[in-house]
């Protein structure tokens, strides 16, 4: 029986003793017995203390021991786990159990009467993930799954945003995270808003999904304010997932980051009310810009963090690329460290060295500047359409520039205001198109080589 079994085992068993479902904690528990672990090393895993992980396990043992009818703890779990044979995984019929060839019905099974009223709808969450993408491959990311999962189940934050610039991994650092903790919620939803849906839309979708799962709540025609409650109830009553991508197409283009175009406006009260109103969801946005009031609730509301994506560790860039079967390997840091380890840019220059170099990263590097392959250009094109005659001002003096600048030196050699210098900066910034590094007292500006090369491109073909 894999872990799998086990934990599905251990769910049901769980459920008809409780009505409830494991918790994220409760996993860990059993989980880490399996593996071996103390509650020591699950303590530290799950950012719990020592006691509160031996309470929760002391509660499982006598639940299982219980229904098992036999004396389980966390040094005989594996052994007795492994002559369990469970014929029927369904939390609507947890079915019968054998250990050492003694059948044990459950309670429910005998008298064919729950004994505790179960949600309504499967034991399996709710999943709406259509237009979810699939992945092709996931690399390295294992800290920031850990500050994510730490955000939810121990913090549990309302609000998560998850920022970086465009190919970074957010959707796939996102889906891969699902599916590890889907079945910790009633309601998994994702949603993108590639299309710029009006609110209105948004919570009408998200309500009618709610209500085809609810025959005794359906859904009422509401004006917008009515609807945000609604859906606030729903929050409320169970325990939602909830990911809205690709956020930046709600705001404004050819204005600064994060500007809300004017009838979308309510976006902003829908998110703020998700921050402060007290409910069991959490929501999860993705934007390559960060929008202006998210700072605010962070500042407000540490359990609502901010996670800025950069680019891959060097041992999982390495991984990507030998996906792509390149070859010298002592050329790759050099690869990765000029597309700047961004998994999605490093995926499309694989695929023009493996089809125009056969393969050889070094004969691709042989030219002084960076090769921007077309679909990259296209990918960096949908952002800089979106900037403002500020900021793009600002890329060109920073391209021209051979070293980082500080922002006296850009100033001094800006022909627009100073508030204007600031405000654009900022908000190339809040893009990810401008870096900044801190060097003792002084912040230095600069852009990575692929944004040098495109805007210098892009420069040449006015």
Request: overall charge neutral; hydrophobic content about 35%.
């Amino acid at each position: 029986m894999d872990i799998n079994e086990v934990l599905k085992l251990a769910d049901s068993l769980i459920f008809m003793k409780t009505g409830k479902h494991l918790d994220h904690l409760q996993e860990a528990v059993l989980r880490g017995t399996v593996e071996g672990k103390t509650y020591t090393e699950i303590a530290a895993e799950t950012y719990q203390s020592e006691g509160h992980v031996r309470n929760t396990g002391s509660e499982l043992w006598q639940i299982l021991s219980k229904e098992l009818r036999q004396e389980i703890n966390k040094s005989n779990f594996r052994s007795i786990i492994k002559k369990v044979e469970f014929n029927d995984f369904s939390a609507e019929n947890v079915g019968h159990v054998t250990v050492n060839n003694v059948n044990f019905c459950s309670e429910a099974t005998q008298t064919n009467k729950p004994r505790y009223k179960k949600k309504k709808g499967r034991s399996q969450p709710y999943q709406y993930l259509g237009e979810i993408p699939e992945i092709s491959g996931f690399y390295g990311r294992q800290e920031e799954l850990k500050i994510l999962e730490n955000s939810i189940f121990n913090k549990n934050s309302r609000l998560i945003t998850i920022l970086g610039a465009r190919g970074i991994g957010k959707t796939t650092l996102i889906v891969q995270l699902l599916q590890q903790i889907k079945p910790q919620f009633d309601y998994i939803i994702y949603r993108s808003l590639c299309f710029s849906p009006p609110p209105e839309v948004t919570l009408r979708t998200l309500l009618e999904f709610f209500s085809k799962s609810n025959v005794a709540n359906p859904l009422e025609a509401n004006p917008l304010e009515n609807q945000i409650f609604q859906l606030l109830d729903y929050l409320r009553k169970y325990r939602c997932l909830i990911v809205f991508d690709d956020l930046q197409k709600l705001f404004s283009s050819q204005k600064l980051a994060g500007d809300y175009q004017p009838e979308l406006e309510s976006y902003q009260r829908l998110f703020k009310l998700i921050s402060e109103v007290n409910h069991n969801s959490c929501f999860l946005l993705i934007s390559s810009e960060k929008p202006r009031e998210v700072a605010a609730y962070q500042k407000k509301d540490k359990d609502d963090p901010i996670l800025v994506l950069r680019g891959l560790q060097i041992g999982a860039a390495e991984a990507l690329l030998k996906e792509y079967q390149l070859t010298d390997e002592e050329s790759w840091k050099t690869l990765i460290d000029t597309y700047n380890a961004n998994p999605m840019w490093l995926k499309l220059t694989a695929t023009v060295i493996q089809e125009l170099c056969g393969g050889r990263v070094a004969e691709f590097l042989q030219f002084e500047t960076p090769v921007i392959p077309e679909a990259l250009a296209d990918l960096l094109n949908d952002s800089f359409k979106r900037l403002t005659d500020s900021e793009k001002a600002i890329l060109d003096r920073l391209t021209e520039e051979e070293k980082p600048v500080t922002l006296g030196h850009l100033c001094k050699h800006m022909s627009i205001s100073l508030t204007d210098v600031f405000n654009a900066l900022h908000s190339l910034k809040s893009r990810f198109l401008v870096e900044a590094i801190e060097d003792e007292k002084k912040t230095f500006f600069l852009v990575n080589q692929v944004i040098r090369e495109y805007t210098t491109r892009s420069r040449s073909h006015l």
